[in-house]
């Protein structure tokens, strides 16, 4: 059985970012592009302080991408004349934030990061399922799974925690199933903020998530 | 529920050819001459596609049609898994200002799918040179688990001025060739690929043994110069697939000629072999580095000259280095390989080890 370890939605005006990374640091994240401060401050809030040096993957998912660093680098490659600042080029490779956060997560051993296709669908039966299977397979002790997007308006993170221990405070577990229960959730990106009200309801003892766009899976949640 | 899954088949072009058997024979012929790329006043060598469209999205198209060729016909449902580092950036490059990027990042696999005559789930994964591991690992997790039966995993990596400025702006380019594990070494050479491999349940040829990612967040572009993590991907790799350092027969390096991975790699292959170091065969100097293509299109290769006991000789090394002291392959070579390990090491601090092993 896997446990929930932890829920959690964040969203941030832009230009607040450095600052909440300041907040949970003490200090600034130098060259970090909004995905890795999102990535950092997320990370940290779903992980406390002595579950940091387990083994842990990270698996996340974006619609945006690095979308607004990806216009800056185009005008500076198509209309500028010299080759673009290595900072700009750094920040649409979203693989680096995995990186730059490894030093504040020592037990991070891999991480994915699974850009979207469409707008207002995620992905999350997939990154569920996968984070499953690697934890029964003891591949890891403990699996970060999010949802980072930013825009020109809002930066915003969502998470879920899992674990393989049993832990004292976990909401819920987690399994692969193969029926849904008979209440569901649409894979969209804010999964985790509409699990928090299911949770902090008194609905039925079981939630699954069916994607329509991602196979057979369907991952069950259940009341602890 | 735990089940083997296997290599049904792959497909690939790439500057060498348009085959995994044709690349095979010609990186067996010696053949590793680079074309250029341009950008600004500076050329760098450039490994291209042999198409001569100049539409960006039309040659993309004429591409991803003939890997489908090559892959034969699918059932429309089987799951795509697309791995890339820049996807259509060069199409928006070619259109110009105003830029109109899309908002689903990988809206462009979409399309992908679409020319692949692929109507099923579809997932992208964007993790730099790693990418096409990380979506192999994915769909080999899900098949083993018993949650698909096949999927075709896509590795798609097409010229951009963006990635080639980036590389060249950190100075990660070498203004002649690439030279993995030399003295001379002082660089990458760029390259485009589309490779498509068919993971299935049903036995084939090649079953994949162990397959492991890690990340090493030493620095953004490269990964601590005393290979520690990873030689721990690769230990993890060689535990999941309960073999030990010496049933390893082939080492396929991420050797591509930088002075800083290549050194890395050097120390972490010395930390898990010792002196019983495998056959080491970097293909980079022959197909450049193409990034988030370089996994699947170095797999795809790799099979077709195993599957033909032809072993080609690692173009581009001559002077060894003293602190690397390791020599990869300078003679062809006809031995029978059973085991082979697949080493990634990417920029942003992916890193991945893949065993593949001959089945019945």
């Known amino acids: ?224 | 529920m735990t089940r083997p899954v296997y290599i049904a088949k792959t497909a690939l072009l790439c500057a060498r050819g348009n085959s995994p058997a044709a690349v095979a024979s010609a990186l067996w012929n010696g053949e590793c001459s680079a074309g250029q790329r341009k950008l600004g006043e500076r050329a760098f060598p450039y490994f291209g596609l042999p198409l001569d469209e100049h539409d960006w999205m039309v040659r993309t198209e004429q591409a991803i049609r003939q890997v489908a060729g090559q892959l034969g016909k699918l059932p429309p449902e089987t799951p795509l898994f697309v791995a890339s580092s820049s996807f259509q950036i060069g199409h928006f490059e070619q259109l110009g200002a105003p830029f109109e990027l899309p908002f689903a990042a990988a809206s462009f696999s979409r399309q992908i799918g679409d020319w692949l005559g692929l109507s099923g789930a579809r997932t992208s994964f964007s993790n730099a040179c790693t990418s096409g591991f990380s979506a192999l690992d994915a769909a080999r997790s899900l098949i083993a688990a018993g949650l698909i039966d096949d999927a075709i995993v896509l590795g798609v990596e097409l010229a951009n001025d963006s990635t080639l400025a980036g590389f060249a702006a950190m100075e990660l380019l070498s203004r002649t060739a690439g030279r993995p594990f030399d003295a001379r070494r002082d660089g990458l050479v760029l390259g485009e690929a589309v490779a498509a491999v068919h993971l299935s349940a049903k036995p084939a040829t090649w079953r994949i043994a162990g397959l492991r990612t890690g990340l090493d967040g030493f620095s953004t572009t490269g990964p601590n110069p005393d290979g520690s993590r990873i030689a721990d991907v690769t230990v993890d790799c060689l535990k999941e697939a309960i073999l030990k350092a010496a049933d390893i027969e082939l080492i396929k390096l991420q050797a591509a000629g930088s002075p800083g991975t290549d050194l890395a790699e050097a120390n972490a292959l010395r930390s898990v072999f010792g002196q019983h170091m495998p056959l080491l065969l970097s293909l980079k100097p022959g197909l450049g580095h193409t990034l988030g293509a370089s996994g699947l299109a170095e797999l795809a290769v790799l099979l077709a000259c195993l599957d033909a006991d032809k072993i080609p000789a690692t173009a581009g090394f001559s002077k060894v280095d003293p602190e690397i002291a390791l020599f990869p392959m300078v003679e062809r070579s006809t031995e029978h390989i059973e085991r082979a390990l697949l080493n990634l090491i990417g920029f942003g601090g992916g890193l991945a080890s893949l065993i593949v092993e001959r089945h019945g």
């Open chain 1, 1 to 224: 059985m896997i446990n929930l370890a932890a829920v959690l939605s964040q969203s941030f005006a832009p230009a607040e970012l450095p600052a909440a990374v300041r907040a949970v640091l003490g200090k600034p994240l130098r060259r970090a592009a909004p995905l890795t401060q999102l990535a950092l401050v997320g990370a940290l809030a779903c992980l406390p302080a002595e579950r940091r040096a387990l083994p842990t993957a990270l698996l996340w998912q974006s619609t945006s991408g690095p979308r607004l660093e990806t216009l800056t680098l185009l005008d500076e490659v198509c209309a500028g004349s010299a080759e673009p600042m290595p900072y700009d080029f750094l920040a649409t490779q979203p693989a680096i934030a995995a990186a730059q956060i490894q030093s504040f997560l020592p037990g991070l051993q891999t991480a994915m990061h699974l850009p979207l296709d469409r707008e207002g669908v995620a992905n999350w039966s997939l990154l569920l399922s996968l984070a499953i299977v690697w934890l029964n397979e003891g591949r890891c002790a403990q699996v970060l799974c999010a949802q980072l997007d930013h825009a020109i308006d809002v930066a915003s993170g969502h998470w879920l925690a899992l674990s393989r221990a049993p832990l004292e405070n976990s909401p819920a577990s987690l399994q692969l199933a193969k029926g849904a229960a008979s209440e569901s959730l649409p894979d969209t990106p804010d999964l985790p903020a509409r699990l928090a009200k299911w949770l902090a309801g008194n609905g039925s003892p079981t939630l699954s998530l069916h994607s329509p766009v991602a196979m057979k899976l369907t991952v069950e949640f259940t009341r602890l």
